[in-house]
């Protein structure tokens, strides 16, 4: 018999079963794909348009090694991609000197109450990756407002909606303490504060130990914010980036409810295992089927493509109930 006090320590399931499954025409997108000369192209930001085309805001990293980001539209959100003929949102560094390195990694948030698409983005400034958001009713012409958390912070989106009046974003600046999530409120999009820590990196061994960021923006169910995460895992070949499963309280997202032990995807397709930086799967973006259950997650797979791997909200809460643990047990001082 398990008695409550076990029952916070999750052992590993013998058998292993995906949660996700890899689409079989991936990689949907690289560089071969661009209608323009360009290195590669990444982790794409996604979100389904109101004709129920799905968009994906990519990062395209052009031969100087600098990112810009350009929109690829489709009917399926699998292929007949149509490609912006040049970049849909460069680097600004006149106006915007944090972006004097390029802008990288945006997620998409549709947000009902302004009736627009908001874009985080990771701005590389001379002091590091901050994060700068923009809003856009159509991903031709977008008003930015900048740098909104200084470096070195990144791997952010906005949640659709407010809590308890103030809008809020999920974001992973690095602190003397390590590379942790933290969640930062705003009453207009601009002024953020109320700093809370929302998910910290293990330590030691742990496969997401030290660094971790968000993923694609947090998915809300009835449960709770649903939210993938990566880890990173140095190791003495490069770093290993994995992702990671939480779920989060719906009027107070900073407090985890639950979080899985093990990862739940890594690179282990050829596309994902090899190319500009190996080992690297990194969603930044999702679409929701009508059945509002099947999840498309859009990830950068080893910093040169686009690939697709489907799930589903059920199975994914239904994994945390057998295989997540009370967060209390999980910070870092304990494990
Ligand atoms: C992270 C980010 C991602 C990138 C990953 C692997 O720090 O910069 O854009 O895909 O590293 O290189």
Known sequence: MTTPAQKLVSTPTTLYEPLLHRHPANPILSS???????NSVFNAGATLLADGSTLLLCRVEDRRGLSHLCAARSQNGVDGWQIDSKPTLMPSPKEYPEEIWGIEDPRITFVPELQQYVVTYTSYSRGGPGVSLAVTKDFRTFERYGVIMPPDDKDTALLPRRIDGYWALIHRPMTKLGAHMWISYSPDLRHWGRHRLMLEA???????????????????????????????RHTPSGCLYRLGLALFELEKPEKCLLRGDSWIFG?????????????????????MNPDGDTINLYYGAADCSIALARTSVRTLLDWLDENGCCERRQRADDV
């Open 32 to 38: 071969k794909d661009w209608p323009y000369s360009i």
């Open 202 to 232: 293990r330590r030691g061994a742990w496969w997401d130990a030290n660094k971790i960021g968000l993923s694609p923006p947090p998915i809300e169910t009835s449960r709770g914010w649903l939210v993938f995460y990566h880890g990173v």
């Open 267 to 287: 690179p282990e397709a050829e596309y994902e295992r090899h190319g500009d930086v190996d080992d690297v799967v990194f969603p930044c973006g999702y679409t």
